[in-house]
């Protein structure tokens, strides 16, 4: 196989990618917790990015004939291509989901689930009998909790904490990440994002809903306004564009590489102190509007607070709810 195609295919192209949606978690684990079991962190993500990488091998095998007829999918699609047999293709996903998985041991029972359940979602993502990416929003509810998963991976892979988990902030990146991978597949522009507003809007509604909840309720407001300003500044860039492959890439490995930064960002002290000035003036305005609006008060105090402290205490809650005379249906083990 020539040097260009071992450089540049769909597993290398989303390698980036896949590594900051896993750092994510764990950079904001280290923010809450103050400390990182790298080593722990490390193996995670090693398995993560192998048995991951084994869905677009099952993607390109799957869209193999549509993709010949794409000169933009045909220059990295090994299978479309040529330079991958569709045999050659499922051996090598094989191997790749394998040695994810067998890695995988070495974390954590949650850990391991949440692969398990990110490989299922993907299946049906791009299965030749399901094809739920070729159905709007079955494609948009189905892609942003596979987006949730990536962004969690990171999170779940040092510990089972709920109570600090961020999940407004986590569900803001996947439903952004969802509606970018709309536009680009469905070749939204003009008229044609008009006439899916019954997707669209509530996709926005739900991003814009899911951000303010977040800068509201966690103490990372600086860090969400730079990467809204900088996303905006790049979606105005970008206005006109072609919907080429190469120029979302292009896009893609700009931003998403500044969400890490933004957040590590906060260990500057003056970084920090700002982020701290800013939060505390958000906090006094929250103050304010208590008082006036108890009611929202209590609201926003059920947004921020979990039912479960922590993943073991929800599985203890669904082998009772089962109810199986003791013997424990739903059991992936202790972590860490």
């Known amino acids: ?180 991978y709309l536009v680009y597949k469905f070749r939204f522009r003009g008229n044609k994002i008009i006439s899916n507003k019954s997707v669209i809007i509530p996709l926005g509604a739900a991003t814009a809903f899911c951000y303010i909840v977040s800068i509201v309720l966690y103490g990372y407001a600086l860090p969400m306004i730079l990467l809204l300003v900088m996303s905006l500044a790049l979606a105005r860039f970008s206005v006109g564009k072609r919907l080429k492959f190469m120029n979302w890439l292009l896009v893609e490995f700009a931003v998403l590489p500044m969400i890490v930064i933004a957040f590590l960002m906060l260990s500057i002290p003056a970084f920090a102190s700002f982020n701290s000035n800013i939060t505390g003036r958000i906090d006094q305005y929250k103050e304010n509007i208590y008082e006036e609006l108890p009611d929202l008060t209590h609201s926003l105090m059920n947004l921020s607070e979990y039912r479960y402290e922590d993943l073991e205490e929800l599985q203890d809650a669904v082998n009772q709810t089962l109810n199986l005379s003791g013997i424990t249906f739903f059991n992936p083990g202790k972590n860490k």
């Not at 722990?40 to 799957?62: G, K, M, Q, W």
């Not at 969690?152 to 510990?159: D, K, N, P």
């Open 1 to 180: 196989m020539e040097i260009k195609s071992l450089l540049y295919n769909s597993v290398t192209v989303s390698l980036p990618k896949n590594v900051v949606q896993f750092s994510l978690g764990v950079v904001i684990f280290w923010l809450v917790f103050g400390s990182v079991d790298f080593w722990a962190a490390s193996i995670a993500l090693a398995s993560f990015l192998l048995a991951y990488s084994s869905v677009y091998f099952f993607n390109d095998i799957t869209d193999s004939e549509e993709d010949r007829s794409d000169s933009d999918k045909r220059g990295w699609k090994l299978v479309a291509n040529g330079r991958l047999s569709k045999r050659a293709a499922g051996i090598v996903g094989l191997a790749f989901l394998a040695s994810g998985f067998l890695l995988s041991g070495f974390t954590n029972g949650w850990f391991i689930l949440l692969l398990g359940l990110l490989i299922f979602l993907n299946i049906l993502h791009s299965s030749p009998y399901i094809r739920l990416k070729k159905r709007m929003p079955a494609a948009a509810v189905n892609l942003t909790a596979i987006e949730f998963l990536k962004y969690s991976s990171g999170w779940f892979a040092l510990t089972s904490n709920l109570a600090a988990f961020p999940i407004w902030l986590i569900l803001t990146f996947s439903l952004i990440y969802s509606a970018i």
